[in-house]
């Protein structure tokens, strides 16, 4: 078993965390991980997304994106920040690629920017955007690293939303057009391919709560949104098929087991509303079930947006489905309308993380095994990470928290694997220390800090933790 020596910085039988109220609780180092246990061919990686990373935001053509439009107005953001510059990756590309490598990860998931790419979302391509992904492609081979492309992670073409986004259907022929382009430019080094990032949550937060770019708030929006991004999925998997030959693709949902706070029907029926939303609005329509309306009847409203063709459109046999776990849902009856759910608040002695999520390993381990029940051919951790409040201090960011964090969800994964799920890739969110959406940069969920008014990088503990772990 690999003994990871950078554990030695601990004691020899535990270590310590910050527990929320600011107590010390001892926490079992009951298990060092062996990267071989988790199998020779498993995929391990970093996951980033363009607008979290790049900056250059208005650099050599590229056009605006939506949430170049949304963190305009600061109040948007709750640290009144933006993602102008972001962590520079655009200009950093090279430096950051050649840190992955020195951390021994040979996995690399980024995305495309639409917009910098298609300026206008369709036709005239931006040839220099094509430019900076060949070099960003070239790179990673040169270096060993296999690039992971998603074609979608939340930055739409501003003015595609101007033409109403992803509620209007013209958009599966947007999308089409790009990933059409994307494919055939790029699918001559790219192997592995996502096609949406968390359909749920840009869906959800971008056309229902207005949480999110671009910030709509209609029911009608959300349902045509849905569909079509359904829709968009299935087709932007036929095309990379068509297009990259020995193509290994997949797509990505954000997923959380719910749990009923109470044994009555109607918490059970709560909870059977919110797994729908969270778990399996967007994986049921890919393996042809059709959208799960019974336990959720106001997803009926769905079908005006439905052509006949659209049933069979629906269905795509993916290579493989990204699980991105963050936390567990407790859930409770509520009058939040149309789910009639919420989530409630942790336990007051919970372990939370800077984004108020509660740590909860066995979490990871039940919607793996969940999603294992769809007979899924592969499951990958496309993203799991956590944010918590880390500080630099004479060159070093000691983040024993996050460390513990990966130890157990690590432990679950590979007890999930032991059990009969097919889990064959993890990916850290994130890197770098990036710009966290309304959140701002406030969250640090990267394994290296980044101080934003100089773009410098630090190895975080967890990020040496990693590189032995990985260093055979």
Request: with cysteine; proline share 4%.
């Amino acid at each position: 078993m690999l003994k990871v020596k950078f554990l030695n910085y601990l004691s020899s039988s535990s270590f310590v965390k910050q527990t929320p109220k600011g107590v010390y609780t001892s926490i079992p180092n009951e298990l060092i991980l062996d990267k071989d246990d988790f199998g020779t061919d498993f995929q391990w990686g970093v996951a980033t997304a363009a607008y979290q990373i790049e900056g250059a935001w208005d650099h050599h053509g590229k056009g605006e994106s939506v949430w170049d439009r949304f963190t305009a107005n600061p109040g948007n953001v709750k640290d009144k920040t933006h993602g102008r510059e972001a962590t520079d990756f655009y200009n950093n590309y090279t430096s950051d690629l050649e840190l992955l490598k020195e951390l021994n990860f040979k996995n690399f998931r980024f995305s495309f920017s639409w917009p910098r790419i298609l300026p206008d979302g369709i036709g005239t391509v931006n040839e220099a955007g094509i430019d900076y992904y060949n070099r960003l492609i070239d790179k990673c081979l040169e270096l060993g690293i296999e690039p992971w492309a998603m074609l979608y992670h939340w930055d739409l073409p501003q003015k595609l939303e101007d033409q109403g986004g992803w509620a209007n259907r013209d958009i599966i022929n947007w999308f089409s057009e790009y990933t059409e382009l994307v494919t055939k430019r790029f699918g001559d080094r790219i192997h592995h391919w996502m096609v949406l990032n968390e359909p749920a949550s840009f869906t959800t937060l971008g056309y229902l709560s207005g949480m999110h770019a671009p910030q709509q708030s209609s029911l009608d929006k959300f349902l045509a949104s849905v569909h079509h991004a359904s829709l968009c999925q299935s087709a932007g998997g036929r095309i990379i098929r068509a297009n990259v030959s020995n193509s290994h693709i997949g797509t990505s949902f954000s997923c959380a087991p719910v749990k009923p706070h109470k044994g009555s029907k109607i918490h059970l029926r709560a909870a059977q509303r919110l797994d729908v939303m969270l778990n399996r609005l967007f994986i049921e329509p890919s393996l042809g079930m059709g959208y799960p309306c019974k336990e959720l009847p106001f997803l009926r409203k769905i079908d005006k947006f439905i052509l006949p063709e659209d049933h069979a459109n629906l269905k795509f046999d993916f290579d493989f489905i990204g699980i991105q776990n963050y936390f567990k849902v407790v859930s409770k009856p509520s009058l939040i309308p149309f789910i009639w759910a919420n989530r409630i608040k942790p336990a007051r002695n919970a372990e939370l993380t800077e984004m108020g999520w509660e740590v909860s390993p066995e979490g990871i381990y039940e919607i793996l095994m969940q999603f294992s029940k769809y007979n899924i051919k592969e499951l990958i951790v496309s993203e799991n990470g956590a944010a918590f409040p880390d500080q630099l201090s004479d060159g070093r960011v000691h983040d024993q928290q996050r460390i513990s964090f990966f130890q157990r969800y690590l432990s679950q994964i590979l007890r999930a694997k032991k059990d009969g799920a097919n889990v064959t890739g993890y990916f850290v969110w994130t890197f770098v220390d990036n710009f966290e959406w309304n959140e701002g940069v406030r969250p640090r969920f990267g394994i290296v800090y980044n101080d934003f008014a100089t773009q410098k990088r630090t190895i975080k503990d967890s990020g040496f933790w990693f590189k032995e772990l990985l260093e055979k």
